[in-house]
C-alpha cells in the first residue's frame, strides 16, 4: 500500500505530520502568522494523511505561539473548484488570512485558479503552499512538501517483485522522505514589506 498504513501488508508512508509542521514553519518564518488550513474531509477513512498534516500545522502554531482560528480552517470535497471555493471564503473574511497552507497541490492549484481570477497576486496577497509534489505543482511554480510520488510507486512495484520472486511477505512499512521545494508562491505578508520600506 501506499500512503496508508496496513498491520498485514507491505507499506510506503511519508511523516504526514512533520510535512504539515515544516510547511507551516516554512510560512511562519517568512513572517506570517494568519495562516489558513485548507484540505479534504479531516475525518474520512480514505484521506487519513489530511489529519495528520492538520495536526503538524497546528504544532508549528503552538511551537510558534500563534493561536490557532477555527475561521482559518476550511475543509471539504478534494478538487481545484471546492479549493476556489475556500480560497474566496478566506478572501472575504474581515481579517483574512495572508498565507494558506493547503495540505493537497490540487487545493494549493485551486487557491492559484481563484487568485488568478480575482486580480490577487501571488505571493503578495497570499502566500500559498501545497503538498505532494505533483507534476502541475512544478510547471505552476507552486512551492510544495514533495512526497515522491513516483519513487514511492517504484519502491512499491519493487517491493510487490522481491515478494513474488522470493515468496517472502514483509509487512514493515518504508518511509519516503519529504522535500520542501521552495519555488514562487511563498514570500513574506504584504504588511511586512510595507513596514520595512518605510
Request: net charge negative; hydrophobic share 35%.
Amino acid at each position: 500500500m501506499i500512503d496508508a498504513i496496513h498491520p498485514k501488508l507491505p507499506c510506503i508512508i511519508v511523516d504526514d505530520f512533520e510535512g504539515g509542521r515544516i510547511a507551516t514553519e516554512q510560512l511562519i518564518n517568512q513572517g506570517h502568522k494568519k495562516i489558513a488550513f485548507i484540505s479534504d474531509y479531516l475525518e474520512t477513512p480514505f484521506h487519513p494523511s489530511m489529519r495528520y498534516r492538520f495536526h503538524g500545522y497546528r504544532r508549528a502554531l503552538e511551537d510558534n505561539n500563534i493561536p490557532f482560528r477555527s475561521e482559518y480552517q476550511l475543509q471539504g470535497e478534494r478538487g481545484r473548484s471546492q479549493a476556489r471555493e475556500m480560497a474566496r471564503s478566506l478572501f472575504c473574511l474581515p481579517d483574512p488570512p495572508t498565507a494558506i497552507f493547503a495540505a493537497s497541490d490540487t487545493h494549493a492549484i485551486g487557491v492559484l485558479d481563484y487568485a488568478a481570477d480575482n486580480q490577487k497576486r501571488i505571493p503578495q496577497d497570499m502566500s500559498v503552499i501545497g503538498f505532494d509534489g505533483i507534476r502541475d505543482a512544478e510547471y505552476l511554480k507552486l512551492t510544495t512538501i514533495d512526497q515522491h510520488l513516483y519513487e514511492s510507486g517504484l519502491e512499491g512495484v519493487n517491493i510487490l517483485l522481491k515478494q513474488l520472486s522470493e515468496n517472502k511477505f514483509s509487512t514493515s512499512p518504508i518511509q519516503i522522505p519529504l522535500t520542501l521545494v521552495s519555488r514562487n508562491t511563498v514570500g513574506p505578508p504584504a504588511d511586512s514589506i510595507s513596514t520595512s520600506s518605510t
